[in-house]
C-alpha cells in the first residue's frame, strides 16, 4: 500500500471526511492528566490534529504512518499552523519505541492495511499498564452496506486491480447507481481495549 499513499499524499485530504466523534468520545476516556501517545497510520494527521487538540496541555503526541509522502504533508501543515508534530516513520507492526512507554496508541480508519496479530502485539508492547487502544474502523458487514460495498465491483479487492479491471469498475458502479442521489447510514465501530500488567513468561505466550 505504501507506493499508492506515495501518489496520492498530496490530494488525500480533499478526497476523505473526519469523523470527530470518536475523537471526543477518546477524549472522555482518558485520564484526567497529560498523557503520551500515538497515532498510528495517521496519513496527513486529520485525525492526529483533532486528537492533540482534545488532550490535556502537557500531554506529547507521536504520529506514524508507513508513508514518507504522506508525513511530508502532515509536516508541512503543521508547519503552516505553527503546530510541530512529532513524527515517526514506521510500519504499525514495527513500532520502535521503548516497551511501555506510552498512554494510549490510536489508529482511526487504517487498521485493514495492517497485519493485525502483529499490530496488536506491537501496540501491547509499547502500551503502560492500565493503558488504552483505540481502533476505530468498519467491520466487513458495514463496509457492505456502503455505497461502494453496494454498487462497486469487487469492492474490497478494487485496490490491488489492474488499471483496466478499476476503468471496468467504475464504469458498472456508474451503472449500477439507482439515481443521481444515494443515501446510505455511514456506520463504523470503535473498539477500546486496555493494557494490563503481565509478566515476562505472559508477554512470551
Known amino acids: 500500500m505504501g507506493g499508492h499513499f506515495e501518489r496520492v499524499a498530496a490530494v488525500y485530504e480533499s478526497l476523505r471526511t473526519t469523523d470527530e466523534a470518536p475523537v471526543h ?4 476516556l482518558l485520564p484526567d492528566r497529560p498523557v503520551t501517545g500515538l497515532d498510528i497510520g495517521c496519513g496527513t494527521g486529520r485525525y492526529s490534529r483533532l486528537l492533540r487538540a482534545s488532550l490535556m496541555d502537557g500531554s506529547r503526541l507521536v504520529v506514524s504512518d508507513v508513508s514518507a509522502a504522506m508525513l511530508a504533508q502532515l509536516k508541512a501543515a503543521s508547519q ?4 510541530e508534530a512529532a513524527l515517526l516513520l514506521a510500519a504499525a507492526e514495527e513500532l520502535p519505541l521503548r516497551a511501555a512507554s506510552l498512554d494510549l496508541v490510536t489508529a482511526f ?4 492495511h495492517f497485519d493485525l496479530g502483529r ?9 503502560k499498564p492500565g493503558g488504552q487502544l483505540f481502533i476505530y474502523t468498519r467491520t466487513p458487514q ?6 461502494w460495498g453496494r ?9 490491488a486491480a ?8 467504475i464504469a458498472a458502479f456508474l451503472a449500477r447507481l439507482p439515481g443521481p442521489e444515494v443515501h446510505w447510514v455511514d456506520e463504523h465501530l470503535l473498539v477500546v481495549a486496555g493494557a494490563t500488567h503481565r509478566n515476562q513468561a505472559e508477554s512470551d505466550a
Open 151 to 159: 454498487y462497486f465491483p469487487r469492492f474490497h479487492r478494487a485496490r
Open 109 to 112: 480508519n487504517c487498521v485493514h
Open 80 to 83: 503552516r499552523h505553527g503546530d
Open 25 to 28: 468520545t477518546i477524549g472522555q
Open 162 to 169: 489492474p488499471a483496466q479491471d478499476l476503468r471496468a469498475a
Open 142 to 147: 458495514q463496509n457492505a452496506r456502503t455505497i
Open 119 to 127: 499490530f496488536l502485539t506491537a501496540a501491547a508492547r509499547v502500551l
